[in-house]
């Protein structure tokens, strides 16, 4: 992951290559940050040249969207390639947030999507 920023409920990152333990070592603790600061939580994820996982982080990314799922929101998965966009389908089980795909040159439209403000009923 190269970069991680954040914004009031909402976290952006920025993922190159292969994410590992090391890179949620980095962002676990500022999503529980965020979650109890706001309790829900949006996330703007887009993958650049990502090839994927180490297995254990993909294991600690599993755990923690299951034990978190109420909390999520709104995600936004910006990449270009097709298992990417698939991944997207695969993720919306595990989590009770609204989860869109947009492809790479669609990432300004990602961005105000996941800023927007939303209608409680």
């Given at each position: 992951?190269?970069?991680?920023?954040?914004?009031?409920?909402?976290i952006?990152?920025?993922?190159?290559?292969?994410?590992?333990?090391?890179d949620?070592?980095?962002?676990?603790?500022?999503?529980?940050?965020?979650?109890?600061?706001?309790?829900?939580?949006?996330?703007?994820?887009?993958?650049?040249?990502?090839k994927?996982?180490?297995?254990?982080?993909?294991?600690?990314?599993?755990?923690?969207?299951?034990?978190?799922?109420?909390?999520?929101?709104?995600?936004?998965?910006?990449?270009?390639?097709?298992?990417?966009?698939?991944?997207?389908?695969?993720?919306?089980?595990?989590?009770?947030?609204?989860?869109?795909?947009?492809?790479?040159?669609?990432?300004?439209?990602?961005?105000?999507?996941?800023?927007?403000?939303?209608?409680?009923?």
């Open positions: 992951m190269t970069s991680i920023q954040s914004e009031h409920n909402i952006y990152t920025v993922a190159e290559g292969k994410l590992t333990n090391e949620y070592n980095r962002i676990l603790p500022l999503f529980q940050e965020k979650i109890v600061s706001f309790d829900k939580v949006r996330w703007y994820f887009e993958m650049r040249d990502f994927d996982w180490t297995l254990s982080a993909m294991w600690r990314d599993l755990k923690f969207d299951i034990k978190n799922k109420e909390h999520f929101e709104m995600v936004a998965m910006v990449g270009d390639k097709k298992w990417e966009k698939d991944l997207t389908r695969l993720m919306k089980p595990f989590t009770g947030a609204e989860i869109r795909f947009f492809n790479t040159e669609d990432r300004e439209n990602a961005k105000l999507w996941i800023t927007m403000i939303r209608d409680e009923d």
